[in-house]
């Protein structure tokens, strides 16, 4: 991969993220892929891209449980041709209570999803990207999954604020 490796985050990604946070068409998370050259055939090293938003009308769980299959199942291009499982980002809108009814809260974290059982070059080229991606959301709370079991909501829900009231799974 090289020192020269860079990433470029599309005007889709930002324009998404921005209207997440915005709260417009009501989107409630979408998922970013990584983009390698050797796909696209383009000068830049990786692009990330906009790869699926939704718009729920569901509870914050059940649109985590949607999330977190779709990032289980996705699939990105191996370097000898065919898919293999691929790191992702996404974002995500909570919404929820605090402990002992102190109010509720909003907070839009990245969600920073690596599993071990990915191949070291997909570990690297998420590295790559990531404080690229971080740096131009500009965003502050960071959930990082690096295996399946951590793609509980609960557990999520901790990592970006300890005082969340946890909801029953």
């Not at 979408?30 to 050797?38: A, D, E």
Request: charged share 30%.
């Amino acid at each position: 991969m090289g020192s020269t490796a860079r990433t470029v985050v599309t005007e889709e990604v930002t324009t998404t993220f921005n209207e997440i946070k915005l709260g417009k068409q009501g989107i409630k998370w979408v998922v970013y892929n990584i983009v390698p050259k050797h796909a696209t055939g383009k000068d830049e090293e990786f692009r990330v891209e906009k790869e699926f938003a939704t718009v729920p009308g569901m509870s914050d769980r059940d649109a985590w449980k949607e999330l977190c299959a779709h990032l289980v199942d996705a699939k990105s291009p191996g370097l000898k041709g065919g898919q293999v499982s691929g790191p992702r980002f996404a974002v995500f809108d909570f919404h929820y209570k605090l402990k002992d009814g102190e109010g509720q809260r909003k907070k839009i974290a990245l969600i920073d999803y690596c599993p071990d059982t990915i191949t070291t070059w997909w570990k690297m080229a998420h590295s790559a990207s990531s404080s690229a991606l971080r740096t131009t959301l500009n965003v502050n709370d960071v959930v990082i999954i690096k295996d399946d079991d951590e793609l509980e909501y609960n557990s999520a829900l901790q990592e970006i604020d300890s005082k969340a009231e946890l909801v029953d799974e």
